[in-house]
């Protein structure tokens, strides 16, 4: 295979609620997915992640095809990307899933072409924003509320074991006392207006504990389409009554930052991720999260302020914690600079807190390269060996405050 034909994109890490999703689906239809081919309609992220899972349960007769013209005839590792016409021509030997998560389009499009739903065409869904809900309108005495982004729900692709650091929590405290509130992309805005729509309509707990995800303090992380969750935000308001005014107001700002603000990932998916392309985009990635420097007036700087005021007024103990980073893999490729810069920051974010009486939990070194989701990898995603000992890291905070 040409290595420029290749659009996977490198995944290392996924989403839990992904995996659930694709198992259920998997289950569900063994039968009718051992008749025929799988095509996977989506050559994305997702849709990587799908093969790779498929092809560990046994199924090896896969290729992809897509919307977009430019990737037809290349491949997803070693699967190849088909057009859709040839999809429709082998209708009868096929069965398609869906693997673009909003892909309510792609479901009309295989049913004009005479596909039927849950026969021969299935759409994973995760429903992530329902679960959401749920977990946040559950009543009930709960000692500890934790929120966070994909450092909580992820897990490795080459896991053995696939519980995320959400549930280990949940099993080590307890279901009854922790109530996790986690999703992928989510910032310090979303985490202020969640929590305080939480202790003024459902609950207050004792203790919060929020991540502090460097990515989330940049310049231009709270803009990107992919940060918004404006649909859940939404939900959340309706949940509450929409009585909550800052709240209100959020949902605003999100609708109008997902419809007005294109720009998202650093590479296209459009492009081949062979080595040279893939350290670039980990240079950029790492530079742009880890690196840059801390400014009191960011948005994400002003609502962690917000947040740890929230608490002090409402008695509630805050445990902050900077997840591990990949320091190992970013000293190889930016050498001392990459210290300096993070170190720097760190120290800002932690003056900042003691501002409040707050004490950070700093886990940034606490991991080697080979207990992260990849040695490569360029987020905070460990893999099960990793992800415990930054679990028991955290119970030890929780049970020392």
Request: hydrophobic letters at 35%.
């Amino acid at each position: 295979m040409n290595e420029v034909n290749n659009f996977a994109w490198p995944v290392t890490t996924v989403g839990k609620y992904d995996y659930n999703a694709l198992c259920k689906c998997i289950e569900e239809n063994k039968e009718k997915l051992k008749r025929g081919k799988i095509v996977i309609f989506g050559a994305g992220i997702r849709g990587t992640s799908f093969s790779i899972w498929l092809s560990e349960k046994g199924y090896k007769d896969i290729v992809f095809t897509d919307n977009n013209d430019a990737k037809v005839g290349g491949y997803i590792n070693e699967f190849p990307i088909i057009s859709y016409k040839d999809v429709e021509r082998m209708k009868e030997e096929i069965n398609v899933i869906i693997s673009v998560e909003n892909g309510y389009s792609l479901m009309e499009q295989l049913e004009k072409s005479g596909f039927i739903k849950n026969e021969n065409y299935f759409f994973i869904e995760n429903h992530l924003n329902e679960e959401y809900i749920k977990t946040f309108s559950q009543k009930g005495n709960f000692n500890v509320i934790a929120m966070g982004d994909c450092g909580l729900t992820d897990i490795s692709i080459k896991d053995e074991n696939y519980m995320n650091i959400g549930e280990m929590l949940e099993e080590k405290v307890g279901k009854e006392h922790i109530k996790v509130l986690a999703i992928h992309a989510m910032g310090m805005r979303a985490f202020y207006n969640i929590f305080k729509a939480h202790i003024n309509n459902v609950s207050t707990p004792e203790k919060l504990l929020i991540m502090a995800n460097f990515e989330t303090f940049t310049g231009k992380q709270h803009l990107l389409p992919r940060s918004q969750h404006a649909k859940l935000i939404q939900l959340i308001s309706d949940a509450v009554g929409n009585r909550e005014e800052e709240l209100l107001e959020y949902v605003y700002v999100t609708n109008e930052r997902f419809s007005n603000f294109k720009m998202d990932y650093f590479m296209s998916s459009d492009s081949n991720f062979n080595t040279g392309a893939k350290e670039r985009n980990d240079r950029i990635v790492i530079k742009m999260n880890y690196m840059y420097t801390l400014k009191r007036d960011n948005e994400g700087i002003v609502y962690l302020e917000k947040l740890l005021k929230l608490c002090k007024e409402r008695s509630v103990k805050p445990i902050v914690f900077i997840p591990p980073a990949n320091y190992m893999y970013a000293v190889s490729l930016f050498g001392e600079k990459f210290s300096e810069a993070y170190d720097k920051n760190v120290a800002y974010l932690k003056e900042i807190a003691e501002e409040y009486g707050v004490s950070i939990l700093d886990l940034s070194y606490i991991l080697k390269d080979y207990q992260f989701a990849d040695l490569h990898t360029i987020d905070e995603t460990a893999n099960y060996e990793g992800r415990k000992l930054v679990v028991e890291k955290l119970i030890e905070e929780l049970n020392r405050r």
